[in-house]
């Protein structure tokens, strides 16, 4: 069947360069922003509600600079949070598909326009993500989302059975019956936002619940969909205590579904309190979520030596490690590691990291006191280790900033520690490989993690790519091929893991939106038959 909407395109990267009118404006905006200390509140059918517990709200890199003072809802809050999501659910979802969508098209333009820079200032500030990790996540990944989403509805609603004479059928995507929970994570902006609008493109109604951390940026976010008519109640934005506030929602019998992107363990326990509570939901509740990741990067002998040396610096140190796609272990042929280890060592040595308004940085600060200290645990226990040794980077200084340097780490063991936990951070772990043991590191490399996100391989020889992508199979999710294993893009590489990564339900595609929705066959007969006879039944 033709596409009767018209197909978007990702939203072009801005570069930023010097006296280009986007770095003008965001260096005003990030002024701007630095020298304000705002009130971030519960957005709750439509009204702010103040809380009676705060937490102010600093930049990583800068931790004495207040950005914002935090208001927690609580349990009351999150009840009004889910009366006022039902209450808002019917209208909502009498609306038409095409209405809907004029929220979210009008939400992405603004974005692209007066609302980009305020919103990459924020992210950078309370983020720490440098001014280009900003824009290919506060603004153009969440433009596409916003976009791009509205593109796959309207081709899951072209998703028609086939009519028979006199039969006309035909598929309602219904909304799930009740609220949609969003629970959503630091690193990225545009995570946060579309794990809260893709169940509400759908007809379905949300509690979003975003991490403290990235505060800031979530509610100017939700300050966005409703300058774009987003109606009361669709999205109620509920900070606060997440094991508070996730007890209403899980027990709640309209609990619906969940939307999660955080991690392992979390959702571990999310997952469990919903299978105790199976019995008094009205009905089984959706549970979409990505979690953790330890993520590859397998060269085979014929790599190209430059081109992996920079994935595994861009992989492994753009935005301080702090993806869930973030190259974390790095298996290199001997043949090749002495050239690739110069290279690694080289470039990381020149990365610059610090405050994230100065444009000449590569790096900014971990996101917080808690992360810092785990990271640095793993760095310092490194040190003492006669398996590892650490060969650049590995300082770690928190006076001003939560700041650790990138680190590699070449480790002898292949089951070492730091190529099995998640570390979520600028920490790379290299094991070097024989180069006749290529089969047996196939293996290894499927085998050593829990997780399946993302992983690459780099090679030369084409036989050598069809191996590694047969023998990892299942190994990831978003699988790449001479390409860090970071960075997949709305509508080109939809994205999540299995294993211990997640449900991979694939955001960015339609995939993710059919979990929305409780589809209805309908089907209309023009002559309903009048005798219950058969003719086999005749003589």
Not at 29 to 56: F, H, M, W
Not at 69 to 78: A, F, I, Q, S, V
């Amino acid at each position: 069947m033709a596409n009767s909407y018209p197909i978007s395109g990702n939203e072009p990267v801005l570069n930023y360069a010097p006296r280009s009118p986007e770095r003008e404006a965001l260096r005003a905006e990030l002024t701007a922003q630095k020298n304000a200390c705002r009130d971030i509140p519960a957005v709750v059918n439509g009204q702010s509600l103040y809380g009676r517990t705060t937490t102010p709200v600093r930049a990583p890199h800068d931790h004495e600079r207040v950005l914002a003072n935090l208001y927690h809802g609580d349990r009351e809050t999150c009840s009004a949070a889910i009366d006022a999501a039902l209450a808002a659910q019917r209208e909502w979802s009498n609306w038409s598909l095409q209405e809907r969508s004029a929220v979210f098209e009008k939400a992405a333009d603004l974005l692209a326009g007066p609302w980009r820079a305020r919103m990459n200032a924020a992210t950078m500030l309370g983020q720490s993500k440098t001014c280009y990790q900003a824009e290919i996540d506060s603004a153009c990944e969440l433009i596409d989302f916003l976009r791009l989403n509205v593109q796959f509805a309207h081709e899951i609603a072209q998703m028609q059975p086939r009519h028979a004479p006199g039969v006309r059928n035909r598929t309602e995507y219904r909304p799930l019956e009740g609220f949609v929970y969003a629970v959503t994570p630091f690193n990225f902006t545009a995570i946060g936002g579309n794990l809260a609008i893709a169940p509400a493109l759908m007809g379905n109604t949300v509690l979003w619940k975003p991490a403290a951390t990235a505060s800031l940026s979530n509610y100017l976010f939700m300050e966005l969909l409703e300058a774009a008519g987003l109606p009361p109640g669709v999205i109620n934005f509920v900070p606060g205590d997440p094991v508070e506030i996730s007890n209403v929602a899980l027990n709640h019998a309209a609990l619906a579904g969940v939307h999660f992107t955080g991690s392992t363990a979390v959702f571990d326990s999310m997952w469990g309190e919903v299978g105790r509570n199976i019995a008094r939901y009205r009905a089984y509740p959706r549970l979409v979520g990505e979690t953790g990741g330890k993520d590859f990067v397998l060269a085979h002998r014929s790599a190209d030596v430059d081109a992996l040396a920079v994935a595994l610096v861009r992989g492994a140190f753009e935005y301080q490690g702090q993806k869930c796609s973030a190259a974390s272990r790095a298996y290199i042929p001997a043949s090749l590691w002495p050239a690739v280890k110069t290279r690694l060592v080289a470039m990381v040595k020149s990365i610059k990291m610090g405050d994230v308004c100065d444009f000449a940085n590569f790096m900014g600060a971990v996101i917080d006191k808690r992360a810092f200290d785990r990271i640095r645990s793993y760095i310092y226990r490194a040190r003492e280790d006669a398996q590892a040794e650490v060969l650049v980077g590995g300082q770690c200084d928190d006076r001003s900033g939560y700041f650790i340097e990138p680190t590699v780490i070449e480790v002898k063991d292949a089951r070492h520690a730091l190529m099995e936990n998640e570390i979520f951070g600028p920490v790379l772990a290299v094991y070097v490989y024989q180069d006749s043991q290529w089969d047996e590191v196939l293996q290894l490399v499927d085998g050593t993690s829990a997780y399946a996100l993302t992983g690459a391989v780099f090679a030369s020889e084409r036989a050598a790519i069809q191996q590694a992508g047969q023998a990892l199979r299942f190994a990831a999710g978003n699988f790449y091929i001479n390409d860090k294993p970071t960075g997949a893009v709305v509508g080109q590489q939809p994205f999540g893991g299995a294993r211990r990564s997640g449900t991979n339900d694939k955001a960015g595609s339609a995939l993710n939106l059919l979990r929305w929705v409780s589809p209805r066959t309908v089907k209309e007969t023009s002559a309903p038959p009048h005798d219950y006879t058969y003719a086999h039944m005749n003589k």
